[in-house]
Nanobody, 114 residues
Framework: QVQLVESGGGLVQAGGSLRLSCAAS????????MGWFRQAPGKEREFVAS????????YYSDSVKGRFTISRDSANNKMYLQMNSLKPEDTGVYYC???????WGQGTQVTVSS
């Protein structure tokens, strides 16, 4: 059974930075890709970024392109999201997800104050 655990969320002022981590555990973890999603209060969960596990191709939503960087350490089953130039609209719960298995982490709160 694969488990995903996010960490690194917190409260930061607009313009600041945070680095989120997602650690995968479970026997023989293997995945095609992994992604970051977020959900703001009262809104649907939305795609933020994803990365293919073997080759490392990256994809970003238009709202974070140029500010966020997704990366992975496939040897240690970890994924990261470096978030720079944060804006109040980046506030939400950030989740990691294994694709295509659909396993989700429990989420980590990111709050950006203006």
């Amino acid at each position: 059974q694969v488990q995903l655990v996010e960490s690194g969320g917190g409260l930061v002022q607009a313009g600041g930075s945070l680095r989120l981590s997602c650690a995968a555990s479970g026997r023989a973890f293997s995945t095609y890709s992994m992604g970051w999603f977020r959900q703001a209060p009262g809104k649907e969960r939305e795609f933020v970024a994803s990365i293919t596990w073997n080759i490392g191709h990256t994809y970003y939503s238009d709202s974070v392109k140029g500010r966020f960087t997704i990366s992975r350490d496939s040897a240690n089953n970890k994924m990261y999201l470096q978030m720079n130039s944060l804006k109040p609209e980046d506030t939400g719960v950030y989740y990691c997800k294994a694709i295509p298995s659909g396993v989700w982490g429990q989420g980590t709160q990111v709050t950006v104050s203006s």
